[in-house]
């Protein structure tokens, strides 16, 4: 693969770049500052972690950054946002079609259901995303290879079902093979594996990890698992209130926690309360 | 023991969709002949393999689907030969929190039209006491200052604060049971440690009961009083203590696959590669189901299904052949 060999990590290079990003929202007379403020960044080749509050900004900090977000009512979006040294919030949407098409960015979202296509089969759609232009005829042996890769033993009919006809962990697998198509340096995963269960959960993690490694990608998961993180990132940002609190090594985090809201989360991840109600 | 409140008999969901080569059906067996007695005010969470059924379970005690096979009673009412009246109680008394937050709420209409909609279809509250009402909806399941999420729609809200949307919607009308799927995961360990105690609570106060759908086998292992496992559309194994002594290969796979927070940790990194040998006893119909991947299987198991069964002076109920032998190995002699 030629665009591995050009991806050789450097050691202070960094792939994406972001500096003071504020995104703020208008709803009615009120003004949501969901990201207010945020450096982040990212080196190839490297896993990073967002964890945090629900409605701390961890998905709009992504969706930012990939400039997805369309029709919203956005009263301020700022920042110094760079890819390969080049201004994000500048591009213009033909560029950014170019990256999202090929080794540039790609995105798997919280919600599958929202953005596969109810009336077309997983396989067209994969097809589609591996040559979005329609050139060239769709190659069904590397639809195949892609859905075997993340974890389906019966590719053939799983490519010929529709959406609704695939359990949430299924769904949620096929947009991982649509993400992995573009072959992209990048890989942004919101909450991936939410909706598996946890042998399939394992399964899908190490093949992400071994495509990070095999293909020298990046990679950013925003997950509430913890146990995710501290077994596959090398770093973790975590997100309260629109802002980064913490940021520092899986290691340091996990063992030296700084901030008292990281310690909370670590140490209720690893001390579960007992809820349960006292007579059977 | 509480008396039943729901009861599935041999419930089964076929569902056909056009076959491969696009003129034949071909037919899922997304349940396949299901018991289980659900009891006034407990918990029970559904665990298991992804797309072992359990959305379609869920919905099958919502109403939302009927089944192919076998019934759903409730308080020993079928629910096909409850009358209208009856069945609007039903859909009053057991509310619903589905798995895609997102999905389940309407978008055009703004978290204060959603609930004041439900609550005053079902008169829950006086006119004047309502925005009052809503407040204390929202405060109760951590959405803090309440007045900031009214004026919002579902797309202007997090994946977590819709799911807790939809779990205020569910609790308001203080039903008896309460189906949720997939009611934690879009939350942080910190809002979840909330809304659990919510639940606890409102257990305590109005004794309501939950099934829940989980993959997070830690927060489930908290709150649930019992837990039945799915694999392939059946109930492979159901009891108290699945956690602390799984019996079940299947469950035993499940619980062994569970990432710890620990940073050291080499499960993603540098798997261990499977110690599973493929068994030589080949799939036959009729078999049980978890053959292919079970490290324990023997010849009985490629030719009879096994069937739930009790295990000798406990709650807990396995269905696999050598369920006796391998319980017997967890207990220390
Ligand atoms: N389009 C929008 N308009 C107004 N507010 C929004 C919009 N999208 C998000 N928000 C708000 O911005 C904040 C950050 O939302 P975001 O979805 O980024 O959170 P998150 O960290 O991903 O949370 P979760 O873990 O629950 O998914 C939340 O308070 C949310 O309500
Ligand atoms: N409408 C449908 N038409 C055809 N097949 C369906 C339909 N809905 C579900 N299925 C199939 O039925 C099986 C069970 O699906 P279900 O959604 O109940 O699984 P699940 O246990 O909830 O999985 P998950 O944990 O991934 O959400 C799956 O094989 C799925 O593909
Ligand atoms: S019945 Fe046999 S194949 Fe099935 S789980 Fe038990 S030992 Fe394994
Ligand atoms: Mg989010
Ligand atoms: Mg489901």
Redesign the pocket.
Known sequence: MTASQSRRPGLTERLLDVHNLKVHFQVSDRTIRAVDGVDFHVRPAECVGIVGESGSGKSTLVRAVSRLMPNLRINELSGDLRFEGRHILEMSERDLRALRRSHGFSMIFQDPLGYLNPTHRVGRQIAEALSPQGKGRPDGQRVHSLLQEVGFSDPKSVAHSFP???????RQRVMIAIALASDPKLLFADEPTT?L?ATVQLQVLQTLYRIHKERNMAVVIITHDLGVVAELCDRVYVMQTGKVVETADTVDLFERPKHSYSARLIELSAHRVDFRSAAP | MKPQILSLEGVSQI?A?RGSKGWRREY?H?VDGVDLDIREGETLAIV?E???????LAKMLLMLNNPTKGNVTYRGTRLKSLGAVERSQYRRQVQAVF?DPASSLNPRMTVEQTLSHVANRHNIVAKADLGRFLKEQLAAVGLNPPEQYLGRYPHQLSGGQQQRIAIARAIMLKPKIIIADEPLSSLDVSVQAQILQLLSELRKTTNVGFVIIS?DLGAMQSIADRTAV?YKGRVVEIGRAIYQSPVHPYTRLLLDARLLPNPRGNRIRSPVPKQVTPTALSASTGGCRFLQRCPYAIEVCAAVDPQLQTMDGEATQVACHRAKELSAALTPA
């Open positions: 609704h006809e695939l359990s949430g962990g299924m909706a269960d | 569902y969709s899922v997304a298991g992804s797309g072992s059924g359990k959305s379609t798995q993959h799915m």
